[in-house]
């Protein structure tokens, strides 16, 4: 059965497209659910135009919330907390989805994030979680959005791949936004930052991008590491998935019992540059005191060697704890 839309409300689902606000969309949304012909026809869009009013309403709730708390919290799970930061439409929510088992609406209309969306992505056999922000405008973002970025651990900028030379004052804005709140972003974090200053370790992801389609003299332009995916094709994520662990600077320690052979289900992570003795501070604290020696397999001399505590760990390195 056709729709036979009216006037009225395909003049407000105009006002609901350009709208910037949380509040703007929800009005048009009323006044869309309030023009739309009452027929079967229209019994699936009247039903979509609800859930998206009641999606709005909720985050106007949180937003509320927010702030008189200050900020949204979500707390870092796995071996590092990655925040996917980027403008309206840029990609972000659709890698999310594809990589991870996270509910996060795709959408091909701007602002259809409106609270942060967690997820937990494996490498190969550890979990890292993405963080699906809002979108970071000069229009409309929350202040907890900020403060979210400031936490993580790693800042991945997520450009639309098929803008272009725009996605260079794409990151130019972004930038602006950030050090406008004393966010900078930085390959890798300076050892002596300013203490007024966040630094935040920063990738780029150029995002709806397949191979053959790089403009390689513009990739050459971006100022930090380039990733190159695209969500809907599966290309290039498990290069995505290997720079992200990359660029959390973190090593894979596994455990093992005398005797016994090692665990290698559920490894240990610890910061690179890490000792003998943080690894036996991690698996438990209280045998520090009680250690007698380590044995590592992997970054010794040879398998099975007695090591100091000093002794820095690499990636994959298996111990054996005496105590």
């Known amino acids: 059965m056709p729709a036979n839309l009216t006037a009225a409300f395909i003049k407000a689902r105009n006002r609901y497209r350009e709208a910037k606000s949380p509040e703007a969309k929800l009005a048009a949304l009323e006044e869309m659910l309030k023009t739309i012909p009452k027929h079967k026809g229209t019994d699936h869009m009247q039903a979509d135009i609800k859930r998206r009013m009641a999606k709005l309403r909720d985050a106007q709730a949180v937003s509320k919330k927010n702030r008189s708390s200050g900020h949204e919290h979500i707390p870092k799970e796995g071996a590092g907390q990655c925040v996917l930061i980027g403008a309206p439409n840029a990609g972000k929510s659709q890698l999310l989805a594809t990589l991870s088992n996270a509910k996060t609406e795709v959408a091909d209309w701007p602002f259809s994030t409106l609270v942060p969306v967690p997820g937990m992505m494996t490498f190969e056999d550890i979990p890292i979680q993405l963080i699906d922000l809002p979108p970071v405008t000069d229009e409309y973002t929350e202040p907890w959005v900020y403060s979210l970025i400031r936490a993580c651990d790693v800042g991945l900028v997520v450009l639309d791949a098929t803008r272009d030379i725009e996605i260079l004052d794409d990151l130019a804005d972004l930038e602006r936004l950030l050090e406008a709140r004393n966010i900078r972003l930085a390959e890798e974090s300076p050892e002596d930052p300013d203490d007024r200053v966040r630094c935040i370790p920063c990738r780029i992801v150029l995002s709806k991008c397949d191979f053959g389609e790089l403009n390689a003299d513009l990739v050459a332009e971006l100022p930090y590491p380039v990733i190159c995916v695209s969500a809907e094709t599966d290309w290039g994520l498990d290069a995505f998935r290997r720079a992200v662990f990359d660029a959390l600077h973190i090593v894979r320690i596994y455990t093992k019992l005398p005797g016994k052979k090692p665990d290698m289900k559920e490894p240990y992570t610890l910061p690179e540059g890490s000792t003998a003795l943080d690894a036996v501070r991690m698996v438990h604290r209280d045998f520090v005191d009680r250690l007698k020696y380590v044995r590592v397999w992997g970054s010794g001399r040879f398998d099975g060697q007695q090591v ?16």
């Open 308 to 323: 100091p505590s000093d002794h820095r760990l690499e990636d994959g390195d298996v111990v054996e704890i005496h105590l």
